[in-house]
């Protein structure tokens, strides 16, 4: 039995290793390569690559395997046909709106696209059934010997489809007008369109090639898995992330380099850990994530700033947040509705509703609780993460293990958690807050994979096999152990929370976050501390998170990591609140309840469950056109409405319906979805 | 600020002083009494007559039907068809109801067949219990079952394809394989080893707990024996991986001769092509993939490889009645025959064993009580014989099953010499390794 660490390797080894690495690594550095491309050419750090690539293998399978298309046509029908259409698609109707755009609003674009497609690819892929087998490029499975090792005609066409993309692109960029004016446009469309570029053909372009792209690494890798499956794309793509990050997200031949590193390294640590040793299932699943967590940290190349367009000052002023336009009497009104509408609304779901929906909008209100930190962390921090529900796992693991092992009041464990998910926020912050951007964004990625595939398989932690059971509280004569109760104590908790945001928002820390999201640098010299701020609203963050998550333990009965926290999870509740408002308690409740009640309505109506992810993922489409949030722009129209029926207004206030907000400032409740400090100078933005 | 926060703590410190767990929740759940009064019952004619036609106040019956539900996980990451276990329930429930006039004169309905959508579990089957007016919930066959401890508190009887281990321990928990456990080492796998020739082993499985644990449970199951050795154990695998070339390797190194797998069918798909690229020729021991449509479509994969089922196959040449009749509803109703369909007619047939063994005068206690004084519930030979009266827990039921290895494109059962007897059975909580004994 392979036991010991032999970490001295004889030189056959190390070719042996090469030589079963290069394959993988060739599908990691394809996809990475795709990534890249994308990023380059479009400023978009597109997650929804993946969702690209398995449409392009769904279209392949159907028409190659249940059509029984000639594979050429089948090939030209699926890569080169429908491929660059989607990609045109994409950018013509949403992307070409984000074009200035900073580029975390077209991550989360993206990650809405990565929850919608494969959904709606679902619905008529294969009439609903496994689709196993699926055909690769190459007609017939043949293996090449070389001595031991062999490699099938699969693996080789995606290792030299690799290596010509890779040298294309490369020389593409490098010595065509194309590519020159590809990394113009992404630079800055608007000085590029001075200087008598068509931005729009250009990004046209760019967007079908990386389409085209993702389609023929989505045929090309089909093979690879038993049946086609989107997400085992999503899983590959993240592993090349690390990929990605090594070539810096700008450069191709690094790129394709980091991929094949990847492969090799995966080789080496496979080939010479124990391989039942907690350090071999703890490192082995988790090495791509954590690679990437430490290129992020410590890659050179990637701790520049995010470039941003110098003309991005022209923008118009953002829309005035709805606050802004309300009469004193209208704000007295739209705050007495609100309770009306919270406490009506508990009454009914105390008194009228029957068991299932009042469980609903229990979780409901959890889910809501846990959504504010995504308001304090998005909304007044600026910054997106990935890792929200791994926060809320960690709460509510801390709760089942304190409750079962040591019998402490579930309540109290409920606090402990958050506690303890605050000071993991904090260690993971002090690190990753000194990155921008999507950067911070794909370390919290990297840690929300990390922890999924590293400890919650541990026992003592999830308690392995069967969840570990959580208790309801009991105060006094109160036995939360009826759900009417435990209502009662969610909406508590959530209003508790809820005050705690705004006063967060109102008080000095949320002060400071503000003049941090207008001028870095300009905070810094009147004696802000960044840091110590950041990392301060992101413990707040995973606190508020890892309340939650006891809570939901507590409420459901068990830690159920996989049915409530999984990270995908986190990913679509970055969508759902950031297309509602990420700025606004009123938005993180709605997505809150949403996120439970949209699912459960379908249900009753026998609608499959998927379009509940493809309303949540079209939702932040929306985007484009109400970048503070759908919520606050329905806010902002109805009280113009009401206001223009009411036939006056506040001095100064306007009701006058704004331009599109391309560029949102600080206060555009954008939830600091907005451009990063410019990198040239503070001077090019308006006053 | 700082004062508002200590004002926030203390306030939470008090809170904290003052409560304690709910007592509803803190216990061990599990369902009421059964019922039963420790005696075994044999299972009921299925040709008796069962029309006896009597006012009963119970959920979901009314004088002209039985009313069920259930859950399966229809939306699921791994695409699998979980949704066919309601075909199989509802062409059981046909032919009662067709052949038989239903059960004490009334129709056997499914009135509600709920997707839990993998994560939504706890919900739907809190949906069957205060929406649908259910009697009983069947199928269940999902991929998780948050939803257990709800079902189990409260007594209802419950049928289904029991792959958590939440389904072990509430005695009104009817899970078609009986008690599950993961971990527990059996000697059949060994012996199987030796009969084939293979004395070196090596025993994959994923990093997630259910995978390790039956990796776990397989090098338990081998480490009985003198003959086998366990030359290579790894259990860190990242699931749903699709590279498997340095297991490979290390397995082709260590002359591994008998691969045993807690892998999805997909995975081992993808194990055998790197097998076969590095030109590594070892039998590959997949207990989960007796699937028709994976051998259709990967024949040079699966040639040679063996598998298991705890269900007769339909390959046996002597097919017990259950499955002849299961065979025939089957094509009569074009439904596709497979793992999850048996699921659903052996829980719909568990469940009118018990409603039948029950009484007239039926009852969810009753109907449970019947069940847990079986001592050998077979679904007409579909099952190798469930003793209720242990399986809940275990406490020593044989473990059986039917091994088949994949010749010219076919399942082949082995170890069929002994005429209506197909399984090959051992004593639970082996020491060392036994000649299994046919059933």
Known sequence: ?687 | MRTRWMALLVLAGLGVAACSNSPSTTTTTAAPDDGSDGATTATVDPNGDYSENVPVDAPGVTDTEIRVGGVVSATNPLAASYDDAFLGTKAYFQMINEDYGGVWGRQLELVAERDDATTNNAREVEALLTQDDVFAVLPVATLLFTGADRLAAEGVPTFGWNVQEEWNGPTNLFGTRGYVCFTCGNSFLPWLAEDIGATRVASIGYNVPQSSECAEGNAAGIELSDEVELVYDDTSLQYGTADFSAPVKAMKEEDVDLVLTCIDANAAISLIKEMQRQDFDASVYLPNSYDHTLLEEFPDQMEGQYVRTDFAPFELSEKPDGLQTYLDWMDELGYPTNELTVAGWVSADMFVEGLRGAGPEFSREKVIAHLNGIDSYTAQGILDGLDWTVEHTDEGDPICQIVLQVEDNEFVPLYQDDPGKPWLCENANPTTVEEPFHQ
């Open chain 1, 1 to 687: 039995m392979t036991s010991l660490v032999d970490l001295h390797l004889a030189p056959s080894d190390l070719v042996d290793f090469l030589i079963l690495g290069i394959p993988f690594g060739c599908v990691y550095a394809l996809l990475a390569v795709g990534l890249v491309l994308t990023y380059k050419t479009s400023g978009v750090f597109n997650l929804a690559y993946s969702a690209q690539a398995y449409v392009a293998a769904a279209v392949f399978y159907e028409v190659r395997a249940n059509q029984e298309w000639n594979l050429v046509l089948a090939v030209v029908f699926a890569v080169f046909i429908v491929s660059p259409l989607i990609g045109l698609l994409l950018y013509g109707g949403l992307f070409s709106k984000l074009r200035t755009a900073p580029p975390i609003a077209r991550l989360v674009t993206s990650l809405g696209l990565l929850v919608a497609i494969p959904e709606l690819v679902k619905l008529w892929f294969n009439g609903g059934n496994t689709a196993y087998g699926p055909p690769g490029l190459v007609p017939t499975f043949n293996t090449i010997r070389f001595g031991e090792f062999g490699i099938d005609t699969d693996q080789l066409a995606t290792i030299l489809a690799t290596v010509v993309v890779a040298v294309a692109l490369t020389a593409m960029f490098r010595y065509s007008g194309l590519g020159l004016k590809m990394r113009a446009v992404v630079e800055s469309p608007r000085m590029a369109q001075l200087s008598g570029v068509d931005a729009d053909r250009v990004s046209a372009i760019s967007w079908a090639l990386s389409s085209t792209l993702a389609g023929l690494s989505g045929v090309l890798l089909a093979p690879l898995f038993a049946q086609v499956e989107s997400m085992q794309y999503f899983t590959l793509l993240v592993a090349a992330m690390a990929a990605a990050a090594f070539g810096r997200l700008s450069s191709i031949p690094l790129t394709f380099l980091g991929g094949i590193l990847l492969g090799v390294l995966q080789q080496l640590i496979a080939g010479n850990l124990p391989t039942s040793s907690v350090l071999a299932t703890g490192i082995r699943p988790s090495l791509p994530f954590i690679v990437l967590f430490l290129l992020l940290l410590f890659w050179p190349g990637l701790r520049k700033k995010e470039t941003t367009d110098p003309l991005s000052g022209v923008d118009p002023p953002p829309p005035v947040p709805a606050a802004a336009i309300r009469t004193r009497g209208m704000t007295v009104f739209t705050r007495g509705l609100g309770v009306v509408v919270v406490v009506g609304g508990v009454l009914v779901s105390l008194f009228v509703l029957d068991p299932v929906w009042l469980r609903n909008v229990n979780q409901g209100v959890i889910i809501a609780l846990i959504f504010l930190s995504i308001t304090v962390i998005t909304g007044l921090a600026g910054e997106i993460s990935l890792a929200q529900s791994t926060f809320a796992a960690i709460g509510m693991f801390t709760a089942a293990q304190l409750t079962d092992n040591w019998g402490l009041p579930v309540l109290g464990t409920i606090f402990i958690g958050g506690i303890v998910a605050a000071a993991v926020g904090a260690l993971l912050a002090i690190p990753t807050l000194r990155l921008r951007g999507i950067y911070f964004s794909l370390a919290t990625l990297a840690f929300a994979l990390f922890f999924q595939n590293v400890l919650v398989p541990q026992e003592w932690l999830s308690g392995g096999n069967v969840p570990t059971k959580v208790p309801r509280p009991l105060v006094g004569s109160i036995d939360f152990a009826d759900n009417r109760w435990f209502l009662l104590l969610s909406v508590a908790l959530l209003a508790l929370f809820s005050v705690a945001v705004i006063l967060i928002r109102r008080g000095t820390t949320g002060q400071f976050l503000q003049a941090l999201r207008g001028s870095e640098r300009a905070a810094t010299s009147i004696g802000i501390t960044p840091t110590r701020i950041k990392v301060m609203a992101f413990a707040v963050s995973a606190g508020i998170a890892g309340i939650g998550g006891g809570l939901m333990g507590s409420f459901e009965g068990r830690a159920n990591y996989a049915s409530n926290f999984d990270f995908f999870f986190g990913l679509v509740w970055v969508v759902l609140v950031v297309t509602l408002g990420s700025r606004s308690i009123q938005a993180a409740v709605i997505a809150g309840l949403s996120f439970v009640l949209v699912p459960a309505i379908l249900s009753e109506l026998d609608i499959p469950q998927a379009w509940a992810f493809i309303l949540f993922g079209v939702g932040a489409l929306t985007y484009a056109r109400h970048p503070e949030g759908v919520v606050e722009a329905n806010t902002r129209s109805s009280l113009a409405a009401i206001q223009r029926l009411l036939g006056h207004r506040e001095p100064g206030a306007t009701t006058t319906p704004q331009p599109p907000n391309k560029h949102p400032s600080s206060d555009d409740g954008t939830g600091g979805m907005r451009t990063p400090e410019p990198t040239t100078t503070d001077a090019g933005t308006v006053p």
